[in-house]
């Protein structure tokens, strides 16, 4: 579904990635690990059109993105949960979650895939007429996560879902994730609780300096599956913060 290519993107004259490959069928839940500083966030905004890349292809369904103004990128089935949600906090959950059903055929089914998100986040429903500004926390990552289903999405980006969460709503948020996928929208997951991360995803790349990391003579770490890379002693203790008893 989505292809990665030799993805190269700079901050100026900086390099943030350099040449990362990677890819994400349909219906996979994939995630993104690595220290902080990687470029993780860097990847995502990327794949959303947010970054322009400044070498490599980028694929999705044999649509070249690359080619593709910003804003085509949700038309081509790419949505996005930033990380701290950046929701319109003046504006109703309710105005909030229509936004994200501006693409046409989004729009047309937009009553039923209101529903679908208040289905999942009931906590949702009864707040529609609030302001998305007077949430909790935990209740605007919900909104955040719904406006991008509202796209209905083939691949959801979600960057750091679990960042400023209590340890209960973070087991709301991967429940509604896991969730998600399962009716057959791919995510891709960039997560600070690796070990969370690493235990709802298929598979998972790791990240390091804006590169993903080759060990073994060649071997590409990120072909493996999560439970491969976090089984591995030196990986887990280097770069994911884990220590194996």
Known sequence: MLEVRGLRVDYGAAPALLDVSLEIRSGELV????????????????????????????????????????HRFCRAGIAIVPERRRLFTRMTVRENLEIGSYVRAARAARAATLEQVCDLFPAIREKLDTIAGSLSGGQQQMVAIGRALMAAPKLLLLDEPSLGLSPMMVQVMFRAIRDVNATGTAVLLVEQNVAMALDLARRAYLLEEGRIVVLDQGRVLAEGSAADVMARHDVAAAYLGVAHA
């Open 31 to 70: 995630c993104i690990v690595g220290p902080n500083g990687a470029g993780k966030t860097t990847l995502v905004n990327a794949i959303a059109g947010l970054h322009r890349a400044a070498a490599g292809e980028m694929t999705m369904d044999g649509i070249e993105l690359m080619a593709l103004a910003p």
